[in-house]
């Protein structure tokens, strides 16, 4: 004797299956696919005792040149992967653009130094960053910088000029690798924004 399902309960068992799967497929995919975390990389530049203070020789940003800087930057990965990154260093005065962290744009002024490393997903990277300025001239009441030594390394050419040698600054920025478009990368895109990470010091400084 067959066992003859009527069309409405064929029409039940149907809408059975296709929940049954639905839900499984849902749980499939949760269980399969984490949940999204926020991923960024972060940096930061500490004093001579490693402290978010004591940035320069006896607290005095008023530089001459001989005087050693002894400063700390440290980067962080939370892109939760591996990285390669690449901090670049350039000198500013305060006229010169910024990087822009609402469009990703970084500073257009050409890097004087720059340091590189694999990063490791949630490792954190501290870069030593001794600095110096070796020599420094004033013409009509503008400073040039000219030369200085960062690491133990000297850099010599027209770096940065600013009037009564006042606002110069260090910017760092943080590039990494984009593996999509081949080539290093200033700012990433997540759900949310598109994000870029720099930072800067200031000083003074006095020609010699």
Known sequence: MKLRISSKDLRYLIAFFVIVTMTVSALAYVELTPPYTDQFFSMWILGSNRLTENYFPSNNPNLIPGEQVNWTLGVYNHMSALEYVVVRVKLLNST?????????VAS???????????LASNETWTIPFPWTIV???????????SSLSINGTMITANLAQAAGGLNFRFVFELWFYDQTAGNLAFSWTTPTSTYSVWTQLWFNATAT
């Open 96 to 104: 010169e653009m910024s990087p822009n962290e609402l469009t990703g």
């Open 108 to 118: 257009p002024v050409q890097e004087i130094f720059e340091f590189a490393r694999v």
């Open 135 to 145: 020599e420094a001239t004033s013409v009509n009441g503008v400073v040039l910088i």
